[in-house]
Structure formats: structure tokens, C-alpha cells
């Protein structure tokens, strides 16, 4: 089975030939890491203004941020605590499967490249 691989990797030093043997199983898209629906989508509407507060905190020096900080009441502050938590645990989950498409795609282009050869066609 196909772990999280880095494609150029794979494009370097492995063969179309080689690459397109490569086995994995399909994710269940209800299984434990879900497709998400549109209204599961639609929720990054909520988050996004935290993520932006966030993000300028970052524009801050030190003293400017401590009163920015120190000025936030204590459920928003809980809130956008918990926001950045829950969104860096999402993206690194959203990376590892964009990671693993990656990889999986550059497996279809291998299998897709050798049907052309062996019917002839060009590359």
C-alpha cells in the first residue's frame, strides 16, 4: 500500500513502468478520515474571521501584541485559542491528503502514459 510519498521523488527515480505498479487502496469515503460535505465546507466561514485576528497578531511587536491579547475577554480568547488549535491539526491532516492524491496522481499519469505507449502513441 502507498504511504504519503513525495511525488518528485518518485518522478526522479522511478520508471512510468515502476510507478504504475505501484498498489494502494482507495480511501472509504465514509470511513475514518470522511469527504467532507459542502456544509462541512461551509464551515471555514466561521473560522475565517479568527484566522484573520490571528494573522495580525503576527503583524505585531511584542508589547503591541500583549495589550491586543490582554484586551480580548476570555470566551473569544478560548475561541480563537481553540480555532488555532483545531485548523493546525486540519491542515496537517489536509496536507497529508493532498500528499497522498499527489502521489496517487502521479501513479495514474504513469499507468495513463504506459497505455499510450503500448497502443502506440507518443509521450
Partial sequence: MTSV???DKLVRDMSNAEIAAM???PWDRNGACPVPTSDQFDQ???IAPWLRIAWLYLTLPREDLADAIGEMDAPDLDTLE???RTTKE???AIADMCACAESRMMI???V??????SAGGEV
Avoid: H, I, M, P
Fill in 5 to 7: 510519498v513525495d511525488a
Fill in 108 to 110: 495514474a499519469y504513469a
Fill in 44 to 46: 471555514f466561514k466561521r
Fill in 112 to 117: 495513463l502514459t504506459l497505455r499510450s505507449e
Fill in 82 to 84: 481553540g480555532v488555532l
Fill in 90 to 92: 486540519n491542515c496537517q
Fill in 23 to 25: 498498489d494502494f487502496k
